[in-house]
């Protein structure tokens, strides 16, 4: 298995910044995917964003030019710059681990983001 654990999360207001971090209990470079999503208030999970263990990235459109995912092998955790931040931003951000190799799939407990107007 992978504990993983997300922090960085809080209330800023819109235009400014936030560095969303996922560190895991196992070797990250062994993960497939790790990838941010989020869940606003009365909706559905979305998926943010999300790096292989190639380096490949993947980003929704509505945050593409704004976030910025990255994964540091030696710290086992990865990373989810947020510029930019609009009001609609606002969630409940989850970092989730695809890891055959440790026996599957895999998700953070969360860290709230709030941005205000």
């Known amino acids: 298995q992978v504990q993983l654990v997300e922090s960085g999360g809080g209330l800023v207001q819109a235009g400014r910044s936030l560095r969303l971090s996922c560190a895991a209990s196992?070797?990250?470079?062994?993960?497939?995917?790790m990838g941010w999503y989020r869940q606003a208030p009365g909706k559905q999970r979305e998926l943010v964003a999300y790096i292989t263990s190639g380096a490949f990235t993947y980003y929704t459109d509505v945050v593409k030019g704004r976030f910025t995912i990255s994964r540091d092998n030696a710290k086992n955790t990865v990373y989810l710059q947020m510029n930019s931040l609009k009001p609609e931003d606002t969630a409940d951000y989850y970092c989730?681990?695809?890891?055959?190799?440790?026996?599957?799939?895999?998700w953070g407990r969360g860290t709230q983001v709030t941005v205000s107007s």
């Open positions: 989730k681990a695809d890891a055959p190799a440790y026996g599957g799939s895999f």
């Open positions: 196992r070797n990250i470079f062994n993960i497939d995917i």
